[in-house]
């Protein structure tokens, strides 16, 4: 059974760093799509990032573009999310995304950007 597990997520200023986690198990790693996606409070689920499963090619959202950076740890079954300079509009419930015959969600982390 896959699961993905997120984490990392919390309260931070603008201008902040934050490191999200996503743990998976039930798959093989490395031989998928796997990507970040976010919701907003009262807005649609967007894709952040993305990086492919066999040549770890990656694209982002122009918004995240510079500040974000997704990588991947294929012996620790572990996705990760670097995000520097965070802004407000940033806020959001991350969740990781894998596409692995199946669609395959985790269950969110809660990122928020305040002073």
């Known amino acids: 059974q896959v699961q993905l597990v997120e984490s990392g997520g919390g309260l931070v200023q603008p201008g902040g760093s934050l490191r999200l986690s996503c743990a998976a198990s039930?798959?093989?790693?490395?031989?998928?799509?796997m990507s970040w996606y976010r919701q907003a409070p009262g807005k649609e689920r967007e894709l952040v990032a993305s990086?492919?499963?066999?040549?770890?090619?990656?694209n982002y959202a122009d918004s995240v573009k510079g500040r974000f950076t997704i990588s991947r740890d294929s012996v620790k079954n572990t996705l990760y999310l670097q995000m520097n300079n965070l802004k407000y509009e940033d806020t959001a419930v991350y969740y990781c995304y894998a596409n692995a015959g199946f669609d395959y969600w985790g269950q969110g982390t809660q990122v928020t950007v305040s002073s």
């Open positions: 990086i492919t499963g066999t040549r770890g090619s990656t």
């Open positions: 039930g798959l093989t790693f490395s031989r998928y799509r």
